[in-house]
C-alpha cells in the first residue's frame, strides 16, 4: 500500500462499525431465513459477530472482509494429531489468518441435510456445527473463505479448533443475488407456461 494511502478502516473508524452494523443485520436476517436459530441466540450471536469483526478492523481494513463470524468446529476427536500440527503452525506464524482451510459440502443417505467438512490439506479435521449448516450452504462458493483462528486445548485435555467464517458480508450478497435470480427466472417460466392451453 503507497504510504500516502492510509486503509478504510483506519482512517474513518466510525464508517467501519456503520458497515460492520449493517453487515451484521443483514447477516441476521439471511441465518433467520435459513435456519432455524432462535431469535435469542441470534442476538446473542449478533453481538459477538459485531464484535469480533470490529476488533478485526480496528488497526485498518479486515483481512476477512467486512464481516466475520467466529465458531468452533465440532467431530474433532478423531483429528487430534492434526490439530496438533496446527497448533504448532499457527504458534509459528506471525499472521493469526494465514492458514486457511477448504470448506466441503459432502452428503449423506442418513442424514436430512448435507455437512459441511472442513479440510486442510486435503484431509478432515472437523466439521460445521449442525445448526449453523443451512446459513452457510448457500455461500459456499461465492466468496465465503475459513480460517483458522485458534486451536485450543493441550497438554492432557483435548484440541479443539476455533475457525472464522471470512468475507461473509461479500458472499451473503452474491448468493442473494443468485437466488433472487432463480425466484426471477422461475417467474418468468411459470409466467410462460400459464399462456398455454392446457393439452386435453
Known sequence: MPPNVRPIGAACPLCALRRIAQAVRLWVTFASAHSRLTPAYLRKKARDVRRFSA???ASGS????????PSKLVGVLRHQ?????LKKALSA?????????????EMEARRSQPRLVVRHGGDPIGEVQPRHVPWLLPLVGHGLTVHVLDVTGGGTRTLGLNVAFGHVAESLRLAEAEEEAERHETKQQDSGRGGWPLAA
Open 81 to 85: 494429531d492434526k490439530l496438533a500440527a
Open 62 to 69: 479486515s483481512p476477512l472482509g467486512v464481516l466475520s463470524v
Open 93 to 105: 506464524s506471525s499472521d493469526p489468518f494465514s492458514i486457511r482451510l477448504d470448506l466441503r459440502v
Open 55 to 57: 476488533t478485526l478492523t
